[in-house]
Each structure stands twice: as structure tokens, then as C-alpha cells.
């Protein structure tokens, strides 16, 4: 998920003692919000909900981590950020989810939410400042009691130290005294020479759970006297129910409950499999609707004829069509497209509600646990403090599980509405893959010119792509028509090329679409990088210098090309059949650059052999977090390089599971080897940028190694022989 969203920055810091004793930091929620009221009632027993951090007297320090742990390591890295500051002792830290409230709202968008490779970089001076005024307390506590300056107090793993008299107290023993502490109003933090866990790779305090199955995903939740519930959908966007006869379904043995919902039918039954019996036993009619007719083939016609007609200007720089008309002797024009994506997350989408009279709990792997707990509340005819909506681990993301809509929230609150007891709803991969969100689809339209020295000159480009912002909260993002998240990385580019022209078109469609890892970046990625190796090519000129050359102004796409070359052996010989293609991009504030080494057989198998990443993303907190976040979006990317299409025919999508939708296997998956780029900067993106530049890197290699340039996605359909 991608975007920007108006709201102040909250950064008081809020005391409070429990009576079992311990030292609880948090950020105050303003006096106004009815949830803060609820909380400063709560903060007389042993934790507040709207902690960050506490500690116990036993020397316990624990972070409520406001960020969804799916796989990206958050629950080491920010915790990672207050044991620094704390000088907390690494063994004795652990992490929980935070519960929703105001108090966890990302410090920039306003909303508790996970995404836009965010989470380290929104939450890096914010973790850090609890850090520091915790420790400051515990100082100011151990002076007190030691009758010393504080400025004569240092801390180390975990304890208060004064050297003259060599006594030392533990945090532990500290905290109750520290709760009666004043809080600082402001404090000083470490610079990058003083740090001793950021920058150190270190392992994920939530790993052990996931080794030994104690871990808890959604998809794991069991309650008492639980039920659980599928649904059926229409088979065509936006199909309603006209007719159901559930007479078969509850005849299924387990089957408890067939009730109509909004959007379909669910059947509740006492465990998953029966549900899905019975679901398949209903009889239904449905209106399918407009979008019944719906086909990839028209829609690519559309675009095509959209294509042939001006756009909405989203960048223009110069007059790139003047200067390719009457000043490139040298001029290329290409068209490019990319199709339907699903996101199809490993753990399938699944939500238990548990709803009351006097409110409900949700438990659910979310990453926009404000919108999901008020989507929740508003089915149910409550208010969203009465959601205590229950965080679990995500089994993937990758932005359908931020869905603007929460739409699995909204039908599970839907299905558990009126029960006495939780329901858990469970969607399969196949109700996911037929109608879920995805990435959209897109066609690029380009030209460009170079002069006598093969130098750019201009750059046209003309975008045609339905918008993910438009008719959701968020659509007020979209600045005179144009929604950025469907040209960045196109508009406003790297490229010191003096004539820039980028339009859109976002036609409408039933199809619904949202963010998907690295969002428009997906698309614009691939053709950007694609189409400056095409000018690459023709001008005679090596795919690394001619970048290098257009980026003379910007020290960061530098650095990572220049390291990625070095790693990869760029330039050096390779045996025929075998290449090397090479791709930069800028997303999310970092900078990746990566090169693909591939074989292609003389009867067209492809390989790819070898990734070599270069990054750039400010101070790596946990380096080990960011090689496996890269490692992780190499095989995400390649995945939909390789054999990522969603296909419509007659309104329905005709993929349904791995078996038709391939995602990479473990003996294709290459050698990626992943170098940081040392940085004191503040850390910026590293979950998504490692996504866009691997299609564009394979392609160009696979037009080094056969002449064929690729300009529709998946590799699949293109026949890479060499015969």
C-alpha cells in the first residue's frame, strides 16, 4: 500500500503506574477521543492499552508493536528501536501486538495501518523517543534513591550503573520507582556512532513461535463453541443474489445455519470442511449484472483504442513530442502490457467475530486495523471502541489485507451478526482468486528519441490503467485526475532526460483493484527500465554506462549500480545462451538495483540463475531483515514475471490456484545475494522496492541472451527458443 494521508503528529509520552507494579511508556490519546477515556480508566491495573512500552519488575520490557507482522519483520525491527535507546538488555525483550487505538496511528497517514514499506521509517524517531524517556526515568529513579547527578548515571543492558561507587540496579528493580519519575519533555537521542543493536542483524523475536506452531495466524484462532462459515459469491463482480434454497446445504452433517448476507450466501457449520459441503450443496440464482460480458480481450482493446487518444498530463517537462518529431535522428516507440495480479497470500483471508449486544472481539491478520475495526463496528450497531479487534500474525499481505472496502471484515462482522456464538470465516484460495482485489491491469504506450550520441533526448509515455484510489476513502489523494499511485516511478522519473511527457487514462471497470507489493511501481518498473534498455540497445551503448550517464545528479541510483556491477561481474564474458540484464529503481525513498544472470536453452527453457541485489534504504536497522525482505520480493516478482496473468472471459476469472495461477517453486528459485549499501540516513522503504526492478532484469537478459525483447508479461507466453 502506497500514499499519503494528513494528520498531526502525535508525540506526547504518557506515564502511568499499575498496581502490580512496572513502568509503562506510551503516547497520550488526547483528552477528546472517547477510546482515551477508556484507557485512562484502564491504566490503574498493572498495563495500559495505549503503551508502547513496559516493563516488569522481574526486568521484562515489552513493545506493543502498532505494525502487522506479516513476514517483514517488524516485530524485531521496531522493538529493535526502543531496546537501543533503552540500552535494554536484548534477551529480556520481547513483542506484542497493540491492540487498535488512536494511540497507534501512523505518525503520517493518520490511521492505524501497515504498509507503503513504512513501518521503520514512520516509526523511527517515534520508537526511539520512548526508548530514550524510558531510560531517563529508570537514571532519574536510580539517582534518587542513590542520592547522585544523574549526569553521573550511565545504563548498559538492562541495568543503572554508577561507577564511583560501583553499584548498579536492574530495570526491573527500578520500575516502580521510575513510574513515580517525571516525564521528560523532551529527550536526546543516540547518534549512529553510539549504536549498539540497530545496525547489528539480529534475529526475529517472532520466529521461535513459528518454528514450534505456537505462533498464532488467524487462520489458527479456535474458540469455544466456535463456528465456521464460508460464503458464496457471485461468479461475476458486482452479481447479487435473486434466489437460494439452503434445504441440501442443512442437510450436510454439521451444518448449522444457511443465512443470506449482503453479497452472498453463507452456510455455518462446526468445522471448515462441512461448510464448504454444504456450500456446494446450495442452490442459488443470481443477476450476474453488466460486468457478465466482461472479457480480458475486450478490455485490451479498450485500452488500446484509449491509448490512441490524449490523456491527463501527469508530468511535462520540455516538449517531448517536438523534440522526437524534429530533433532525434534516432527514434523508438514501443508498447507495453501487464495483466491482472491477485496477491494470493499463502494464508488464505479469514476473520472471527465474536459479537454481543455490548460489543464484539475480532480476531483477523489486518494491516488497517482502524478502518477494519470501525467497518466492523458499523455492521454490528456499535461504535469502534466497542471492537477490540485482536491483531494476529499475517501469513502474507502484500496489500489485500488493506483493503480500504474491509471487505473480509465487513462479511465476516456480517456473518457472525445475530449469533451467540464466534463464527470464524474462511475464504479458500479459489474465493480469493475469483473475487478478491487485484493489481491492475495495464498498457503502456512509449516513444522517445536520441540524438547523435545516443544520448535521450525525450521521453513520451502514455499510461492506461483503472485507478486504485478512485471511489474509496482515500480517492480526495488524487490531484487533478490523476492518481499517482498509477504513474510513479514513470512521472517525475530519475532520468535527467530534458523533454519528459507522461499521461494517463484510468477508465472504469467492475474489476475491482487495489495495491499490491510496490503498487504502481509493479508496472511502471518493468517499462521504464525495459524501454532504457531498448535506448540502450540502440544506441550502441552499455546498458550500465547509459544509466550511470542519466544519473550523474543522484549519488544513491549511483552507488547501488556501481556496487550491483561490481558484485555481478557486469561485463565479463558469458557462454552462449547464458546473459546478464540490469534494472534500477527508485520506490518508497530506497533505491534498488539488481541484475538477473539467465540461461535460455535452444528450445527456449528459461533459468534464472542468479540475482545480484544492490540497496540503498537508509541505515539498515536489521540487515538481516532487509536481505530477506529483497530475497522475499526477488521470488515475489519473478513470480509474476515468470508466470503471474489473471484472465476474464463471460465477467468470471478463469485462474483459481496454484495449479492455474503458478507461483515460483523452490528449484527455480535462483541465487540472490543482497548488498546494503552503508548509510546514516533514516531508514526508508525496504518491503516493496526490491519488487520492481526483477521482471525488467530478466527480460533485458533474456534480449541479451536471444535478440527477444519482451514487452508483455508473463515470460511464460513468449517462446524463447532459439532455433
Known amino acids: 500500500m502506497n500514499g499519503t494521508f494528513n494528520s498531526g503528529r502525535r508525540r506526547f509520552l504518557k506515564l502511568s503506574a499499575g498496581t502490580a507494579g512496572g513502568l509503562v511508556i506510551g503516547f497520550h490519546l488526547s483528552a477528546g477521543n472517547r477510546f482515551a477515556a477508556a484507557a485512562e480508566a484502564e491504566v490503574a491495573g498493572p498495563f495500559a492499552p495505549n503503551a508502547f512500552l513496559r516493563i516488569d519488575r522481574d526486568g521484562q520490557v515489552t513493545v506493543l508493536c502498532n505494525k502487522s507482522e506479516m513476514g517483514q519483520g517488524v516485530y524485531t525491527a521496531l522493538p529493535m528501536l526502543i531496546a ?15 491492540p487498535a487505538a488512536d494511540a497507534y496511528k501512523h505518525t503520517v497517514w493518520g490511521i492505524q495501518v501497515t504498509g507503503g514499506s513504512t513501518s521503520v521509517s514512520s516509526s523511527w524517531t517515534q520508537f526511539r523517543e520512548a526508548g530514550a524517556a524510558a531510560r531517563a526515568m529508570l537514571i532519574g529513579a536510580a539517582a534518587e534513591q542513590w542520592s547522585v547527578a544523574p549526569s553521573e548515571l550511565r545504563t548498559e543492558g538492562g541495568e543503572v550503573i554508577h561507577d564511583q561507587s560501583n553499584r548498579r540496579a536492574s530495570y526491573g528493580e527500578l520500575a516502580d520507582a521510575a513510574a513515580q519519575v517525571a516525564v521528560p519533555e523532551s529527550v536526546a537521542l543516540k547518534t549512529p556512532d553510539q549504536f549498539r543493536i540497530i545496525g547489528r542483524p539480529t534475529r526475529r523475536l517472532e520466529a521461535p513461535g513459528k518454528v514450534d506452531g505456537t505462533a498464532q495466524f488467524g487462520i489458527d484462532v479456535q474458540l469455544p463453541d466456535m463456528l465456521t462459515a464460508v460464503v458464496a459469491r457471485s461468479p461475476v463482480f458486482g452479481g447479487r443474489v435473486t434466489q437460494f434454497n439452503g434445504e441440501k446445504a442443512l442437510a450436510v452433517a454439521g451444518v448449522r445455519k444457511v443465512k443470506e448476507i449482503p453479497g452472498g450466501v453463507a452456510v455455518l457449520a462446526d468445522s471448515f470442511w462441512q461448510a464448504k459441503l454444504g456450500r456446494e450443496a446450495l442452490e442459488i440464482k443470481w443477476d450476474l449484472g453488466a460486468a457478465a460480458s466482461l472479457s480480458t480481450e475486450d478490455l485490451r482493446q479498450q485500452y488500446r483504442e484509449l491509448a490512441d487518444t490524449p490523456g491527463l498530463v501527469a508530468e511535462s517537462t520540455g516538449d517531448a513530442a517536438a523534440a522526437i518529431e524534429s530533433t532525434a535522428p534516432t527514434r523508438l516507440e514501443a508498447e507495453y502490457e501487464v495483466p491482472y495480479l491477485a496477491h494470493a497470500p499463502m494464508e488464505p483471508l479469514n476473520c472471527t467475530v ?5 460489543g464484539c472481539d475480532v480476531w483477523t491478520g489486518t494491516q488497517m486495523q482502524t478502518l477494519d475495526q470501525a467497518a466492523a463496528a458499523r455492521v454490528l450497531g456499535l461504535e469502534p471502541p466497542q471492537v477490540n479487534l485482536h491483531t494476529t500474525l499475517l501469513g502474507g499481505g502484500f496489500g489485500r489485507r488493506a483493503v480500504p472496502t474491509s471487505d473480509f471484515v465487513t462479511e465476516a462482522a456480517n456473518v457472525a451478526k445475530g449469533e451467540e456464538v464466534p463464527v470464524k470465516t474462511v475464504w479458500t484460495r479459489e474465493d480469493d482468486v475469483h473475487g478478491g482485489y487485484y493489481r491492475p491491469m495495464f498498457l503502456h504506450r512509449l516513444s522517445a528519441g536520441l540524438d547523435e550520441s545516443g544520448n535521450p533526448v525525450a521521453w513520451w509515455q502514455r499510461i492506461v490503467g483503472q485507478s486504485i484510489l478512485s471511489g474509496t476513502p482515500f480517492e480526495g489523494m488524487i490531484r487533478d485526475g490523476i492518481d499517482e499511485s498509477s504513474v510513479e516511478g514513470a512521472a517525475h522519473m530519475a532520468y535527467a532526460i530534458a523533454n519528459r511527457h507522461v499521461e494517463l487514462h484510468s477508465p472504469t471497470q467492475a474489476v475491482p483493484v487495489l495495491w499490491w507489493r510496490s503498487v504502481g511501481h509493479t508496472h511502471t518498473g518493468f517499462v521504464v527500465e525495459s524501454f532504457m534498455d531498448e535506448l540502450a540497445r540502440a544506441a550502441n551503448r552499455d546498458p550500465l554506462e547509459l544509466r550511470l550517464s542519466l544519473l550523474a545528479d543522484k549519488p544513491r541510483h549511483r552507488a547501488v549500480l556501481e556496487l550491483v556491477a561490481e558484485r555481478s561481474g557486469w561485463g565479463s564474458e558469458m557462454p552462449e545462451g547464458r546473459a546478464r540484464g540490469l534494472a534500477v529503481h527508485e520506490s518508497f525513498g530506497s533505491v534498488v538495483a539488481e541484475v538477473a544472470e539467465i540461461s535460455v536453452s535452444e528450445s527456449g527453457e528459461l533459468t534464472v540463475d542468479r540475482v545480484v541485489a544492490a540497496v540503498h534504504c537508509g541505515i539498515a536497522v536489521n540487515p538481516l531483515n532487509v536481505e530477506a525482505q529483497i530475497e522475499s520480493a526477488v521470488a515475489f516478482g519473478l513470480t509474476a514475471a515468470l508466470f503471474g496473468e489473471l484472465t476474464l472471459e463471460s465477467g468470471r476469472v478463469q485462474q483459481s490456484n ?16 543482497v548488498h546494503i549499501v552503508p548509510s546514516e540516513d533514516p531508514p526508508t522503504g525496504v518491503g ?14 533474456i534480449f541479451a541472451a536471444t535478440g527477444k525483447r519482451i514487452r508483455t508479461l508473463p515470460i511464460a507466453k513468449t517462446d524463447l527458443s532459439r532455433a
Request: hydrophobic share 45%; glycine share 2%; charged share 25%.
Open 84 to 98: 537501543e535507546e533503552l540500552d535494554a538488555d536484548w534477551s529480556l525483550v520481547k513483542v506484542q501486538a497493540a
Open 354 to 358: 465474536h459479537a454481543r449486544a455490548d
Open 658 to 673: 496454484f495449479h492455474d495461477y503458478r507461483i515460483l517453486r523452490l528449484n527455480e528459485m535462483p541465487v540472490v545475494e
Open 688 to 701: 516493496e522496492p526490491g519488487v520492481p526492478p526483477i521482471a525488467p532484469a530478466v527480460t533485458n537478459a
